[in-house]
């Protein structure tokens, strides 16, 4: 099976949020019948305005930093902090001063509170001179193509 790759970031952004949402764009990475996980670039001043939804979500900020409101509750985020916006709360992001990106994974439904998922899997057996040590792969990112027209070299991303 070859290696799935999905671009994000500069240039596969689109208008992104619920209705009064601004200064946001994003890109759903995946999407299937357990969840998406989108990324989404805030630029200065923009917000994801104030609404709640059946799902539980995770805001995972990965870059810049801004504002989170759940319930009541208001707090700053920065980089390397994930908040947890949970089923049917409100709950909001912004940026004042500066720009935020985030990666947000919203899962299908409430939480797991039903009965335990359970993966199931079955083990190969190796073949006669196999070794049970994995051996070192090699490769390399596919080539990206850059569109200079939609590149915004202000946005402080690499190219």
Not at 8 to 16: C, I, Q
Not at 42 to 67: K, M, Q
Not at 120 to 146: D, F, M, Q
């Amino acid at each position: 099976m070859p290696i799935e790759v999905r671009r994000f970031g500069v240039g596969f952004r689109r208008p992104e949020g619920p209705p009064g949402t601004h200064g946001l764009t994003g890109q759903v990475i995946h999407s299937d019948g357990r969840g998406v996980v989108s990324e989404l670039a805030f630029s200065r001043g923009g917000a994801i305005a104030p609404h709640d939804n059946p799902n539980t979500t995770w805001f995972c900020v990965i870059e810049g930093g801004g504002w989170v409101l759940v319930g009541d509750e208001r707090r700053r985020v920065a980089a390397g902090e994930a908040v947890l916006w949970p089923a049917g709360v409100t709950h909001a992001a912004w940026t004042d001063h500066g720009e935020m990106r985030a990666i947000v994974v919203e899962f299908a439904g409430a939480d797991d509170a039903g009965p335990p998922a359970i993966l199931e899997g079955a083990g190969r057996r190796l073949g006669p001179g196999a070794s049970a040590r994995p051996v070192r792969g090699e490769g390399r990112l596919a080539e990206r193509p850059v569109d200079p027209d939609r590149l915004d070299r202000t946005s402080g991303e690499p190219l």
